[in-house]
């Protein structure tokens, strides 16, 4: 019985047992939108240590194409004929495995091991055809380089972009198919070829237009959430980024260019020391560098000399793209003192900012998009 129908006959016939069944409907509705209104609780943050897990940046993967399906040994008999004819069909061609790059995903973290193509189906009898196999496709982020025995195969760019791994068999004949006037009823029939058979390493470089370039503690992880919504780990002690963040720059003509924070380096870092090369190769994918000197410190114009020995010694060139000089902590004591050593020992014109306090942030917002639209 409705809420409303008892609502009704409470009207017209007040009685006891009217009431008290008004009375529970009314309740049991309550307590349904009580629980209705409940709110599901947020998504819980992960840190930078538990971030780091799930953001794989070069992987092994071992790629199978399927295998073709068999070709059909089969004779049809006839009451008009005294000798059966060939209906073997052939086998169907087996699925390939192909990498293709999505916008979606920003690591390596979904990838398996290894991947194995499905195999064509068999052929059958009356002349049946076996159905080819579906392509295996492997979905991996933008920026991910293939190589094989230290060999570059591909790199995925752009959306939509593919490379076949591994090729996939090709389905066997069968006995119809080796029908002939020497011989009109061959039982010979062939099995499906298999697949292509690949060890790959699969590696994600982050694709951003400019790059931050520093030491541990100077302040690029504060400096990216203060020019997009990313959110790094932001602390008092060295190492706190741990992964590369990337953060969008958004302009008012929806204009829109991608920084990322690259995690600190140290001096050794050419060598790997501190996972140097795990930092420095995404470093290659960037247009334009930003050096973020810690202008707090003594000596800042040594960081600069010491960040460049290091990019150079691991890609010669790479100190030489376009990039410009950022003095970060300019609110600091002393920082303008060490502002103005830092543009006498380098010639070079100094963007003094503060991530925390947001000094000079729409100037380097303009400088981003200028370098962007130079580039």
Not at 70 to 97: L, Q
Not at 135 to 158: M, Y
Not at 251 to 275: F, K, S, T, W
């Amino acid at each position: 019985m409705s809420l409303l129908k008892l609502r009704t006959l409470v009207r017209l016939a007040p009685s006891p047992l009217a009431v008290e069944l008004a009375t529970r409907s009314s309740r049991v509705s309550l307590h349904v939108c009580r629980y209705a209104t409940k709110t599901r609780k947020g998504k819980r943050k992960l840190s930078e240590k538990q971030l780091s897990k799930h953001f794989i940046d070069w992987r092994r993967v071992r790629v199978v194409g399927g295998k073709g399906g068999d070709g059909c040994i089969a004779m049809t008999h006839s009451n008009r004929s005294d000798y059966g004819a060939p209906e073997g069909g052939n086998g169907g061609n087996g699925g390939h495995v192909i990498f293709r790059a999505e916008k979606i995903l920003v690591s390596l973290e979904s990838l398996n091991h290894q991947y194995i193509g499905d195999e064509g189906t068999k052929g059958g009898k009356q002349n049946c055809d076996g159905k080819n196999a579906k392509h295996t496709i492997v979905k991996v982020p933008l920026g991910t380089i293939i190589k094989e025995d230290d060999i570059l195969l591909i790199d995925l760019k752009q959306e939509g972009d593919q490379f076949v791994a591994a090729r996939a068999g090709i389905g066997g004949k069968g006995n119809a198919f080796f029908t002939s006037n020497e011989n009109k009823s061959p039982m010979l029939a062939t099995r499906g070829s298999p697949g292509e058979e690949r060890m790959l390493e699969v590696e994600l470089r982050i694709i951003a237009h400019a790059g931050l370039i520093g030491f541990p503690n100077a302040g690029k992880s504060s400096l990216l959430r203060a020019l997009s919504r990313a959110k790094p780990a932001v602390a008092a002690y060295p190492f706190t980024t741990l992964n590369p963040h990337v953060g969008i720059v958004e302009y008012e003509d929806l204009e829109q260019v991608a920084v990322a924070d690259i995690p600190g380096l140290i001096p050794g870092a050419h060598l790997n020391r501190g996972l140097g090369h795990s930092f420095l190769k995404h470093i290659e994918r960037c247009q334009c560098l930003l050096y973020v000197i810690d202008l707090s410190s003594k000596e800042p114009w040594n960081q600069l000399t010491d960040l460049k020995y290091e990019l150079e010694q691991y890609a010669p060139g790479l100190s030489e793209r376009p990039h410009a000089v950022l003095g970060n902590k300019i609110d600091l004591p002393g920082a303008d003192d060490n502002l103005q050593k830092l543009q006498d020992h380098i010639n070079l014109p100094v963007l003094p900012i503060s991530a925390l306090q947001r000094t000079n942030i729409n100037q380097l917002k303009e400088h981003l998009r200028d370098r962007k639209s130079v580039v």
